[in-house]
């Protein structure tokens, strides 16, 4: 494979609902690793999704995902899985049914379709409610089995929307380690959410949407750095802040210095994080005591807030 | 996995009609489909069973031509035209509506195939039902006369033919109106609009000239019909076979109009959207 085979690549995107606009002249390279697209309702996530699996077409632009577009079904999810936000299910099966049959798709014999469910099923922790009818699972089961579906075949790409909903907070962080260990495996896992403290937690990469455009991409400190309209805040936890902000003022970029309400550390709010950093260092050699350094707002959320706001949607 | 393509599209087909068979022969709500079917096979099993109680015995000739006129004008016109639309409409929009139809577009199935699966899963059901109705009703035609009559009828007189003659057909029906209704699925929302439109276009075709006439399912199944109807008066144009056309180039005729709708349908398929908020 050469390294766009190995990347998910989105060039000059456009997808209209006649005249009304999905997303606009999106160009995207997402590698392996955990991605999470972020963003409020109606922001693109889904149709972002949708057209990376051939569910949508795109009116403008082309898609490959690991070289392959995603209108030729029978070679493009031999690779990828897909959990949709579509809680819904063809009548009348339970849940091993379920997995099983669509497994059967693929060309694979009884028994093999037949491991790999009960596989898939294992994986998400529902082998007991597995032939009970998914018409009576919970909002969470329903999510798992869905989950199970998509994971059934061992992608190299797993593509799911809104994974988390309605999961009770056990099985959410099981899952979540679920998706570590895929993306350890050496899978592209692109994950859509509201819940940004848990997107923050699990992503190599972020993908922030707002009204149908890409308005950041990469690694959430990259993409935070970019941000230059709001200073970037270091928290320092030091003995004595008062003394500390007496010397930062050093520098020109420093904007702000607050007192940590519990007086036990420094707020800092500066432009270039890169030369306090510098500074810093040089006030630890001069003496200067300190306890401990780290970014304030270097996390999806507020990068979120930074580049959408919270009027964007509901996050 | 290194499958050929014809093996694997098989397996595939076969995974699909596992899927859909279930789904459509089974499904309650095709409960009409069965009651439009099988209602004259127990109407007649009713009047044969009343005449074997009184000791009456029925005149065949007479008996075939009214199942003769039965089948052209409910089976063919009625039963199996609304029972294909009842079934074949509901394939892939039924699917759309229930929002289950992303989990095939979702697999390694080359839409045409899909498609194929779906209409043959359509085929086996709807030529099970009617065919096997067909088969109820002219049984019940035979038991309550003379076993003689209809041995030397079945036997001697063509009426083995004439039975495999019009289950064939029904079967025939079963694709040639399944085609019509997969293709018209994803022109339209409303199941009423086409069926209204291809019921319309099927009675007018006594008067279409003859290159429209053959666009038409009636048309094939009307030459394949092996009794004709003796209906005179205001109706009779409905039965009447202004161009009879032997069964060779009927079947042919048949399931070139049902490729062509199928060729249709294929590439409607291909470029089919999951866009469940616009249903």
């Known amino acids: 494979m050469s390294g766009h085979e190995q990347e998910i690549v989105f060039e000059n995107v456009s997808k209209f609902y006649g005249e009304v606009l999905g997303i606009n002249r999106v160009n995207l390279t997402i590698p392996p690793g955990i991605t999470s697209l972020v963003g409020p309702n109606g922001s693109g996530k889904t149709t972002l999704m949708n057209l990376m699996t051939g569910l949508l077409r795109p009116s403008q632009g082309s898609i490959r995902v690991l070289g392959v577009a995603p209108d030729q079904p029978e070679l493009l999810f031999r690779f990828v899985g897909y959990c949709t936000q579509y809680d819904s299910f063809p009548r009348g099966m339970t849940g091993y049914e379920f997995v099983h049959s669509y497994l059967r798709l693929y060309g694979r014999t009884d028994k093999e379709s037949a491991e790999m469910a009960w596989h898939a099923i294992e994986r998400v922790r529902l082998t007991d409610a597995a032939h009970r009818k998914i018409a009576g699972y919970s909002k969470g089961m329903r999510q798992r089995i869905k989950l199970a579906h998509a994971i059934s075949h061992c992608p190299l790409v797993l593509v799911l929307d809104e994974p988390l909903n309605g999961l009770d907070p056990l099985v959410r962080a099981e899952t979540i380690a679920l998706f570590r260990a895929l993306a350890e495996e050496g899978q592209h896992v692109i994950i859509s959410s509201h819940i940004l403290h848990e997107v923050d937690a699990i992503s190599d990469q972020v993908i922030l949407l707002s009204n149908g455009y890409v308005v950041a991409e990469g690694q959430i400190h990259g993409v935070r750095t970019e941000v230059e309209e709001h200073p970037m805040q270091i928290l320092i936890r030091c003995p004595r802040p008062a003394q500390l902000a007496s010397r930062i003022f050093e520098l020109d970029t420093v904007v702000e210095a607050r007192v940590h309400n519990d007086g036990g550390g420094l707020l800092v709010r500066t432009r270039d994080p890169e030369r306090f950093y510098l500074l810093l260092n040089r006030l630890v050699v001069d003496g200067v005591d300190l306890e401990s350094v780290a970014p304030a707002d270097d996390d999806v959320h507020s990068v979120y807030e930074y580049l959408i706001g919270t009027d964007g949607g509901s996050i | ?274 866009n469940y908020g616009a249903e």
Request: charge should be positive; proline fraction near 5%.
């Open chain 2, 1 to 274: 996995m290194n499958q050929r393509p014809w093996s694997l599209w098989r397996a595939q087909v076969a995974a699909i009609l596992r899927l859909e068979i279930r789904k459509t022969l089974l499904a309650r709500r095709g409960l009409w489909i069965y009651l439009l079917a099988f209602a004259p096979a127990v109407l007649l099993w009713i009047h044969a069973g009343l005449n074997l109680r009184h000791g009456r015995v029925c005149d065949l000739g007479k008996d075939s031509l009214i199942f003769a006129a039965m089948f052209q004008f409910f089976y063919l016109r009625l039963a199996i035209f609304f029972g294909c639309v009842g079934v074949f409409m509901n394939l892939f929009r039924g699917e759309m509506l229930q929002r289950s139809l992303h989990y095939y577009l979702l697999a390694p199935v080359r839409r045409e195939v899909l498609l194929a699966g779906k209409y043959l899963a359509g085929v086996i059901t709807t030529s099970l039902i009617f065919g096997s109705a067909t088969a109820l009703a002219l049984a019940a035609l035979f038991v309550h006369v003379p076993r003689t009559v209809t041995e030397q009828y079945l036997l001697g007189g063509g009426g083995l033919g004439h039975v495999v003659a019009y289950i064939g057909t029904a079967v025939l029906a079963c694709v040639g109106y399944g085609g019509v209704f997969l293709v018209m699925s994803f022109l339209f929302r409303n199941p009423i609009i086409p069926a209204a439109l291809v019921l319309v276009w099927e009675s007018m075709n006594p008067f279409l000239p003859s290159l429209l006439k053959k666009f038409s399912v009636i048309f094939y199944l009307q030459s394949l019909c092996p009794v004709p109807v003796p209906i005179h008066g205001d109706w009779s144009f409905l039965a009447i076979i202004t161009e009879p056309t032997p069964a060779y180039l009927a079947v042919p005729g048949l399931l070139l109009v049902t490729a062509m709708g199928l060729v249709l349908a294929a590439r409607k398929v291909r470029r089919l959207e999951i």
